[in-house]
């Protein structure tokens, strides 16, 4: 069975340094992985997927990387704003894409003006 | 289209009622989920669609919980007999499958339901 580990559970840094998120997964098997955000109270927005056969995916400020053999995903962002505050969800989808996705608890992440 | 829509937004019961969830996703979408989120945690997998074929339950969703998608556009999910351990965010997310887009969910808002 599929599990889903992000560390840190919450993180608090100072508006514009460039942060870390981590995530890890028990199988490595994987179709893809998908970066989420998740403001308070509101339902999910995708950020960032990478496909299996992908080392990473870049948007704007966000930079995902994906190293599968040793099962670990990273979120990096870049120059924080006060406006990243928000949830950071990981979600992997094994074998095929027919499969649910399994999803980490998060990493609720401030960002200090 | 505007996405994924849920409705209602947030419904306060008493134990034992019966509750019953809304999901209309994007209109070409022919995959549709439900998840469950608890405070501080992931979302977990309850169940999904595709067209009006439910294709897959998780062991999470009880004999309590029952959802449909009669003809393959909205989907509705019902919670009979209401326990307080039900209150959660119940999330729906669609997908088109059969392209690249399948890999990618768009999440509606989510439904909280708050159980007395």
């Known amino acids: 069975k599929q599990e889903v580990t992000q560390i840190p559970a919450a993180l608090s840094v100072p508006e514009g340094e460039n942060l870390v998120l981590n995530c890890s997964f028990t199988?490595?098997?994987?179709?893809?992985l998908q970066w989420f955000r998740q403001d308070p109270g509101k339902g999910l927005t995708s950020l960032l997927l990478?496909?299996?056969?992908?080392r990473e995916q870049t948007s704007g400020r966000l930079n995902a990387s994906l190293d599968k053999s040793s099962g670990r995903s990273t979120l990096y962002i870049a120059a924080s704003q006060p406006g990243d505050s928000a949830t950071y969800l990981c979600?992997?989808?094994?074998?095929?894409?027919?499969?649910?996705?399994?999803f980490g608890k998060g990493t609720r992440l401030s960002v200090i003006a | 289209d505007t996405g994924v829509s849920q409705d209602p937004r947030h419904k306060i019961t008493k134990r034992g009622q019966n509750v019953t969830f809304r999901c209309d996703p994007i209109?070409?979408?022919?995959?549709l989920y439900w998840y469950r989120q608890t405070l501080g945690q992931g979302p977990e997998f309850l169940t999904y669609?595709?067209?009006?074929?439910?294709?897959?339950k998780s062991r999470l969703l009880s004999d309590r919980f029952s959802a449909e998608r009669p003809k393959g556009s909205f989907s509705t999910l019902e919670i009979q007999r209401t326990e307080q351990g039900d209150s959660a965010m119940y999330l729906c997310?669609?997908?088109?499958?059969?392209?690249?887009?399948?890999?990618?969910?768009?999440f509606g808002a989510g439904s909280r339901l708050t159980v007395l």
């Open positions: 669609f595709q067209n009006e074929a439910q294709l897959e």
């Open positions: 997310a669609s997908s088109l499958a059969g392209t690249s887009g399948a890999n990618v969910l768009t």
């Open positions: 990478i496909q299996s056969s992908q």
């Open positions: 979600a992997v989808r094994s074998n095929s894409g027919n499969t649910p996705l399994v």
């Open positions: 209109s070409e979408h022919n995959r």
């Open positions: 199988d490595s098997a994987i179709y893809n």
